[in-house]
């Protein structure tokens, strides 16, 4: 099984609903982070959380929230889509212990329309 | 901010070398990731440079220079499969900041 976990793997909405986007770890890590992928721009950071109780912006978090449940899950919300946030969203984990490398989940693509 | 350049794309011959430069310029730095990522999945970790110097890891070397603000990635004896997009990061405050990313083009 992966350890990194997002759901769903593809959503397509229309502008102005709200939009939830789950992410699980079985890896134990208390860091956990969001980012959007769009062409030509690469990874960016949305919203990253270093424990349960842990909630910090990222660079581009206007538009977007998130609830970090447990240490396992961390969930981004889009209160009211609109077409620029469509993109391809990941989680990622990260560890001291293990280098600060980032393990990412698979993915969410994501289409406002 | 954060500033992290690295070209666009590449083409290469399979069994060739293909060298990926990125430099940066960042208010912080802890380390420097260079991960790899086909179309469409996850980023995967190829390598973390701390240090100045070379890490050598099979076919896939990364070179860090702190004081010029520049790593490489090396990938050599190039496979059909290393077609992908390769991407540095830069470690600042346990933050991440990548760079737009190298689509490497390996061809027969």
């Given at each position: 099984d992966a350890d990194v976990t997002q759901t769903p793997r593809n959503r397509i909405t229309k502008t102005g609903k709200r939009i939830m986007l789950e992410c699980s770890q079985t890896k134990g890590h208390d860091r956990m982070y969001w980012y959007r992928q769009d062409p030509g721009l690469g990874l960016r950071l949305i919203y990253y959380s270093f424990d349960v109780k842990d909630i910090n912006k990222g660079e581009i978090s206007d538009g977007y929230s998130v609830s970090r449940q447990a240490q396992a899950k961390f969930s981004l919300s889009l209160e009211s889509a609109i077409p620029n946030q469509t993109a391809l969203y990941f989680c990622a984990t990260s560890d001291p212990?293990?280098?600060?490398e980032q393990f990412f989940g698979p993915g969410t693509r994501l289409t406002v329309l | 901010g954060q500033n992290i350049d690295q070209p666009t794309e590449m083409t290469a011959t399979e069994g060739a070398i293909v060298q990926i430069n990125c430099t940066y310029q960042t208010s912080g730095f802890n380390g420097l990731f260079w991960y790899q990522q086909h179309a469409g999945e996850a980023p995967t970790f190829l390598s973390y440079n701390v240090l100045d110097g070379l890490e050598e890891k099979g076919r896939f070397s990364s070179f860090l220079s702190r004081s010029k603000g520049y790593s490489y990635l090396l990938l050599k004896e190039l496979q059909m499969k290393d077609s992908a997009s390769y991407l540095c990061a830069v470690l600042n405050d346990y933050k991440l900041s990548f760079g737009a990313g190298t689509t490497v083009t390996v061809r027969a």
């Amino acid at each position: 099984d992966a350890d990194v976990t997002q759901t769903p793997r593809n959503r397509i909405t229309k502008t102005g609903k709200r939009i939830m986007l789950e992410c699980s770890q079985t890896k134990g890590h208390d860091r956990m982070y969001w980012y959007r992928q769009d062409p030509g721009l690469g990874l960016r950071l949305i919203y990253y959380s270093f424990d349960v109780k842990d909630i910090n912006k990222g660079e581009i978090s206007d538009g977007y929230s998130v609830s970090r449940q447990a240490q396992a899950k961390f969930s981004l919300s889009l209160e009211s889509a609109i077409p620029n946030q469509t993109a391809l969203y990941f989680c990622a984990t990260s560890d001291p212990s293990e280098n600060l490398e980032q393990f990412f989940g698979p993915g969410t693509r994501l289409t406002v329309l | 901010g954060q500033n992290i350049d690295q070209p666009t794309e590449m083409t290469a011959t399979e069994g060739a070398i293909v060298q990926i430069n990125c430099t940066y310029q960042t208010s912080g730095f802890n380390g420097l990731f260079w991960y790899q990522q086909h179309a469409g999945e996850a980023p995967t970790f190829l390598s973390y440079n701390v240090l100045d110097g070379l890490e050598e890891k099979g076919r896939f070397s990364s070179f860090l220079s702190r004081s010029k603000g520049y790593s490489y990635l090396l990938l050599k004896e190039l496979q059909m499969k290393d077609s992908a997009s390769y991407l540095c990061a830069v470690l600042n405050d346990y933050k991440l900041s990548f760079g737009a990313g190298t689509t490497v083009t390996v061809r027969a």
